[in-house]
C-alpha cells in the first residue's frame, strides 16, 4: 500500500513540474500563423455540429480588451470558441454573428480527465414541473426513436494569465481540451 501511494505521489509531483516548466515563449514563438481561411468566412463544420441541438454547443468566450497573436489582433468582443482540423493540425475559430473572424493555432490536444465535467459544470436545479417535464420526454424519447435527442457535447473554458504578459486559454468541447496561447501585448 505504501509502495502504491509512494508511487502515485510521484506522478502526481512529476505533472506539476513538468506543467511548470512549460516555456510559453517558445511555444508562442514557434506556432505559425494559419495560412488559410474559409469561403465566405462560414465554418462548414458548423451544421454538423449544431444540426441535433437548439442552440450553440460552443464555448462563448467575452473578451474586454484586445489580444494579440503574432500579427492578428483578437478586438474586443463576444465570440464563439470552435475547436476545427485543417490538413493535421488543430485550430481555434473565433466566430462572431456565425461568421469567422480569426483563426488560432492550438499547441496541444489532450482527453479531457474522466469526471471533469460532473466536478466543474453546475447541476440545473428544476422546479418539480421541469422534472416531471424532462422524465416525460426521456420515457417517450425511449420508445419512440424519431423524438430521441443528443445532448450537447459539454463544455467549459478556462483563463490564466503568465509571466511576460501571456494568457493561455483551454478550451474544453466534448471529449478533449484544447490549448492556445495569446499575448495580452504586441510582441
Not at 493555432?105 to 469526471?115: D, H, K, Q, S
Not at 457535447?153 to 478556462?158: A, G, M, Q, V, W
Not at 503568465?162 to 510582441?187: A, E, H, Q
Given at each position: 500500500?505504501?509502495?502504491?501511494?509512494?508511487?502515485?505521489?510521484?506522478?502526481?509531483?512529476?505533472?506539476?513540474?513538468?506543467?511548470?516548466?512549460?516555456?510559453?515563449?517558445?511555444?508562442?514563438?514557434?506556432l505559425?500563423?494559419?495560412?488559410?481561411?474559409?469561403?465566405?468566412?462560414?465554418?462548414?463544420?458548423?451544421?454538423?455540429?449544431?444540426?441535433?441541438?437548439?442552440?450553440?454547443p460552443?464555448?462563448?468566450f467575452?473578451?474586454?480588451?484586445?489580444?494579440?497573436?503574432?500579427?492578428?489582433?483578437?478586438?474586443?468582443?463576444?465570440?464563439?470558441?470552435?475547436?476545427?482540423?485543417?490538413?493535421?493540425?488543430?485550430?481555434?475559430?473565433?466566430?462572431?454573428?456565425?461568421?469567422?473572424?480569426?483563426?488560432?493555432?492550438?499547441?496541444?490536444?489532450?482527453?479531457?480527465?474522466?469526471?471533469?465535467?460532473?466536478?466543474?459544470?453546475?447541476?440545473?436545479?428544476?422546479?418539480?414541473s421541469?422534472?416531471?417535464?424532462?422524465?416525460?420526454?426521456d420515457?417517450?424519447?425511449?420508445?419512440?426513436?424519431?423524438?430521441?435527442?443528443?445532448?450537447?457535447?459539454?463544455?467549459?473554458?478556462?483563463?490564466?494569465?503568465?509571466?511576460?504578459?501571456?494568457?493561455s486559454?483551454?478550451?474544453?468541447?466534448?471529449?478533449?481540451?484544447?490549448?492556445m496561447?495569446l499575448?495580452?501585448?504586441?510582441?
Amino acid at each position: 500500500m505504501k509502495k502504491i501511494l509512494l508511487v502515485l505521489l510521484l506522478i502526481v509531483t512529476g505533472t506539476f513540474v513538468n506543467a511548470e516548466n512549460t516555456d510559453y515563449e517558445q511555444i508562442y514563438r514557434e506556432l505559425e500563423v494559419p495560412d488559410f481561411s474559409y469561403v465566405h468566412d462560414i465554418d462548414p463544420g458548423e451544421m454538423y455540429d449544431i444540426q441535433h441541438t437548439s442552440w450553440s454547443p460552443y464555448p462563448l468566450f467575452r473578451l474586454t480588451s484586445p489580444l494579440y497573436f503574432k500579427n492578428i489582433i483578437i478586438e474586443p468582443g463576444y465570440y464563439l470558441l470552435t475547436p476545427r482540423e485543417h490538413e493535421g493540425n488543430w485550430y481555434i475559430l473565433f466566430k462572431e454573428q456565425g461568421k469567422v473572424r480569426y483563426i488560432i493555432p492550438v499547441y496541444n490536444r489532450e482527453i479531457v480527465p474522466l469526471g471533469f465535467y460532473d466536478e466543474n459544470l453546475p447541476k440545473p436545479k428544476l422546479t418539480p414541473s421541469q422534472k416531471f417535464h424532462i422524465k416525460f420526454l426521456d420515457f417517450v424519447g425511449k420508445y419512440v426513436r424519431s423524438s430521441q435527442r443528443k445532448p450537447a457535447p459539454e463544455t467549459f473554458l478556462e483563463t490564466t494569465d503568465l509571466d511576460n504578459n501571456f494568457i493561455s486559454i483551454i478550451i474544453y468541447w466534448g471529449n478533449y481540451r484544447y490549448y492556445m496561447v495569446l499575448r495580452t501585448v504586441r510582441l
